[in-house]
């Protein structure tokens, strides 16, 4: 070995060598200005940081493993909380409400059907009909309904019929109001032949104000 050449410890620390670097000046540590000398060239032993870089490798890949985990409970979550009906009901639900006429008085002896239905499948339908304040009320069993099914309430009267609807919550009991368009109480018609003769007398009197004779 030529006295241009420094010598290489075991511990790794790099010598230069101003034969192999192709530069005939180092600096005071021994290391070469313009090339280092790689290990292949010097034979020796493999880095000691490649074990730390495996460890590094293998940690990034349990964080990424460990995010596709959290992300994919996360998606599943979400799924089950979008779905239409998630939760049934572990109690009795109460549905209740007046039906009235276009002059929202009540309608008595109306006849109501009160249907849970998820979709197009119906889970249980009721059939009750209105007392003398046009109040029905109706109690599903635990199981017949699910939050966010739909409630509707069907009603008919004689010939005429009337429905509405609304999404279940979670509380025991749920209000849902049906009116008809048309006139139907006797106290509506009654009110109605009054107003009609009122409006009348009230026509003729007028016209016999302007005309005196």
Not at 1 to 23: F, H, K, Y
Request: proline share 4%.
């Amino acid at each position: 070995m030529t006295p241009s050449t420094r010598m290489i410890d075991q511990e790794g620390i790099l010598a230069s060598c101003a034969t192999v670097c192709g530069s005939g000046r180092t600096d005071s540590q021994g290391l070469v200005g313009e090339r280092r000398i790689s290990r292949s060239v010097l034979n020796l032993p493999p880095s000691s940081r490649r074990p730390a870089r495996n460890g590094v490798m293998i940690v990034g890949i349990a964080a990424v493993a460990t995010m596709l985990l959290v992300c994919s409970v996360d998606f599943g979550r979400s799924s089950s909380s979008d779905s239409p009906a998630v939760v049934a009901g572990d109690f009795a639900k109460i549905v209740f409400g007046h039906v009235n006429d276009s002059l929202q008085a009540p309608v008595l002896g109306a006849g109501v059907t009160v249907t849970t239905k998820y979709d197009s499948t119906v889970r249980k339908s009721l059939i009750t009909t209105t007392d003398n304040f046009g109040f029905y009320t109706v109690t599903f069993a635990a199981f017949d309904w699910y939050v966010n099914d739909i409630i509707q309430v069907d009603v008919a009267y004689d010939s005429l019929s009337a429905v509405n609807s609304t999404v279940a919550n979670s509380g025991p009991a749920q209000a849902v109001d049906v009116q008809f368009v048309e006139i139907i109480s006797e106290f509506s018609s009654a009110l109605m032949v009054t107003l009609s003769t009122i409006v009348l007398i009230v026509a003729v009197v007028r016209n016999l104000r302007r005309d005196p004779s």
